[in-house]
């Protein structure tokens, strides 16, 4: 027995594993096997009753229970594989740390031209193949291959938005990413000198001995006429140590800028100037250019192969320090194609059972 001034020894918390069903409705189907099974023992008895009046002969039972249980096992995992099933567990993870990304998008008329294509795996988030939205997919691209830096965005038309802070929640990023409306948030003009300081100012508060990088996602155009003060930006920017990433969207041929209704299922008319001229908008790959070589950073094409990995690799290269933190973060393991194939093999037995 414990004495008083004994303490019962504290059970260690174990990690709870939390099993979810994504599409619950989907379990309303297995309503059919009891309807399955009744058909099955039906059939059963007339082709038995048959088979003994003209060949005096009764059908195995076995095989055919065997039959309907494999057949009841298939329907079932089918159903279960329709209703994806995933469990959620804890792994360790090596995440990379004292490396801060901002991720400036450019929302300026131009961006909304219709000269790009979207990856397979973006066209059901995005469905209209512009500019911008296939700048939105490359950020979400570059947030799925980082692995414990900080990130910001921000956005710059004629001057620079910060939108949203260094955090290591890239949750939230992708969410923001997703669901802001192309059309409210684009704006005439852009300039790039601002995406830089813009940028810079997002960077002040990481630790000096830290890396500090800008990636610029847009088509390059610039309508201030100013190139003495993008320069000076780059300058900056190279002095401060911040390399900048650019990555360009669009086509080098010139392309209106559509107009869609408020559905954007359909393309109303096209951007006009104020004569009633429409407008062209192309790719200035210069400009892009002259900022990555200015501030050792390198330019890429949006739809160049691995684009955002080669973005990444290239920054932990030239990364002088780069420090590794075991962590431990929350992962789902999915069900769904270990009992589509429990559902094929059983549908084969019962097949070759029934053929007996």
Known sequence: MLRANQSRPKLKNRPMIKIVLENPKSLWLLLL???????????FQRANFWLYQFARKNKNIFNYATFIICLSFSLVSLVFALANPKAQYIRTVFSRSGINIAIGIDVS???????????????????????????????????????????????????????????????????????????????????????????????????????????????????????????????LSRSKGVPIYTVGVGKARSVFIPIRNYTRETIVDYYQDEEGNYLKTRLDQDKLQTIANMTRGIYYRVNEP???????????????????????????????????????????????????
Request: overall charge negative; some cysteine.
């Open 109 to 235: 008329k131009s961006m909304l031209a219709e000269d790009e294509m979207l990856p397979k795996d973006e066209e059901k988030i995005f469905p209209i193949p512009n500019r911008l939205n296939r700048a939105r997919a490359c950020a979400l691209n570059i947030l799925g291959n980082l692995r414990g830096e900080r990130v910001g965005v921000f956005m710059f038309a004629s001057r620079g938005v910060e939108v949203i802070p260094l955090t290591g929640d890239y949750g939230y990023c992708r969410y923001l990413l997703k669901h802001i409306n192309d059309a409210s948030i684009t704006l005439p003009g852009s300039d790039l000198k601002e995406a830089i300081l813009t940028g810079l100012s997002m960077l002040e508060d990481a630790a000096p001995r830290q890396v500090r990088v800008i990636i610029i996602i847009s088509d390059g155009e610039d309508i201030t006429d100013n190139p003495e003060g993008l320069l000076e930006a780059a300058n």
């Open 306 to 356: 691995q684009c955002e990995e080669k973005i990444i690799s290239s920054i932990l290269e030239h990364s002088q320090k780069v420090e590794y933190v075991k962590t431990k973060e929350a992962a789902w393991f999915h069900f769904s194609f270990i009992l589509l194939f429990i559902s094929w093999v059983s549908f084969g037995i019962a097949i070759i059972l029934s053929q007996r």
């Open 33 to 43: 096997l009891p309807g399955l099974v009744y058909y099955a023992i039906i059939s």
